[in-house]
């Protein structure tokens, strides 16, 4: 593969939740990651910041299998995503063996992508029915629970066009963990939606990260969000971490230039 050796499974005291491991990916002549490590910790909240193109979409997509690496391997839990192996080496994850790692992790996205034929009820129950192949009343107990969780009893029954686009956002949540991932993604989840509702989702978002046992890893370009829920923020720049550390740390005594210059342009 390449000239690093790549571990077939990663062994410590402490496996992350995920490992890019020298990740890399073109399109090209343009380099989008570039030789990027990055490790998530069990329970840990990563928030993903930087200028446009800078590659932080690019990160969830590869954790979704939406995007192929060129070179470098990601792991999650421990384990190869992106590769199995092979003849005491790794080869490339064949399609059947993505789909299967990909159930690890949930993926919630700007326009919240609901199922517009579907009642919030059903929106929740088809994907643990028809890919878990859960049973259909188990499923329903379980999107109950979840729903009452982000607040929303008593919309089982609405369909989404009927709903706020907080309130959307909350049942795309709830949808994604109705798959029971390790890895929740968000990206830009507050971006299309009106100040006076990002509150809502923001204290659902904080309540997964108090309870339950959840990696979460959030693309944003609201500071604000990302300074009240990460437990740490990357700045991303020309494919790679240039900072990062905790929020106080990288908001108020950011230490490198560009990371300087992009805070100050944002906020
Ligand atoms: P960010 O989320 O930081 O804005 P992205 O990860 O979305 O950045 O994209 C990084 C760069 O990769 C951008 O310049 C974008 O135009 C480019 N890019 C993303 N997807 C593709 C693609 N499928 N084909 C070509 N270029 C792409």
Redesign the pocket.
């Known amino acids: 593969m390449e000239n690093k050796k790549f571990p077939l499974e990663l062994t410590g005291p402490e496996i992350p939740m995920v490992r890019f491991d020298r990740v890399s990916k073109r399109?090209?002549d343009?380099t989008?990651l570039d030789a990027l490590d990055l490790d998530v910790r069990a329970n840990e909240m990563v928030a993903i910041i930087?200028?446009?193109?800078?590659?932080?979409?690019?990160?969830l997509?590869m954790l979704m299998a939406l995007?192929l690496v060129d070179e470098g391997v990601i792991y999650v839990d421990g384990t190869p995503m992106t590769h199995m192996p092979k003849n005491g080496g790794l080869v490339r994850a064949s399609k059947s063996y993505l789909r299967k790692m990909r159930e690890n992790i949930g993926m919630v996205f700007q326009h919240f992508n609901l199922f517009p034929h579907m009642t919030v009820l059903e929106n929740c129950i088809e994907g643990p029915v028809q890919v878990l192949g859960m049973r259909k009343d188990e499923a329903e107990q379980r999107a109950l629970d979840l729903l009452d969780m982000v607040g929303l009893a008593d919309k089982i029954d609405q369909y989404p066009a009927r709903l706020s686009g907080g309130q959307q956002q909350r049942v795309a949540i709830a949808r994604a963990l109705a798959m029971r991932p390790k890895i929740m993604l968000f990206d830009e989840v507050t971006s299309a939606l009106d100040p006076e509702v990002i509150g809502e989702v923001t204290q659902v978002i904080r309540k997964l990260n108090d309870k339950h046992d959840l990696t979460m890893l959030m693309?944003t370009h609201q500071m604000g969000f990302a300074r009240e829920i990460a437990d740490r923020v990357c700045f991303?720049c020309e494919g790679k971490i240039a900072e990062q550390g905790p929020p106080e740390q990288l908001f108020d005594n950011p230490q490198n230039e560009r990371t300087i210059a992009f805070l100050s342009a944002v906020l």
């Open positions: 399109y090209g343009l989008v930087g200028p446009s193109g800078s590659g932080k979409t690019t990160v997509r995007e693309v991303f």
